[in-house]
């Protein structure tokens, strides 16, 4: 399972490089997907636009062939033991980060994103670049 993160939705959505629209078109949708923290983001961000109506239905659009996976029981126990970690809990990670960090580490998912340097120091996170 590749999860993607808040960065390579929010490209994605907006005008995508023709190297980013390429990886996404020759990803299986079936394997593809986003964590429900990335989607409130990214509707977040769409409702504070100057378009809202628009721009919460290009979301809406773009997540629909992807699998919205829930801040689950798993991702909780996962995102518990992640800032727990010292080098963790001194890191800068913002709150979306960590919460999109553990749901990836519960499903044991590959996080797909255009900032591999925000997540490199969590080891257990495997990481793909589309950047």
Known sequence: M?????????????????????????????????????KAELLLVARLSRRPIENTRLVEAFLKPLIVLPFDDPSAEEYAVLCAEPSIRNADFSSTDLLTIATALALRATLVTLKPSVFVREPRLKLESWA
Not at 2 to 24: E, F, R
């Open 2 to 38: 590749l999860l993607l993160d808040y960065s390579v939705c929010i490209a994605l959505i907006g005008k995508p490089s023709q190297s980013l629209s390429q990886k996404m078109l020759a990803q299986d949708t079936q394997n593809l997907g986003a964590p429900s923290i990335v």
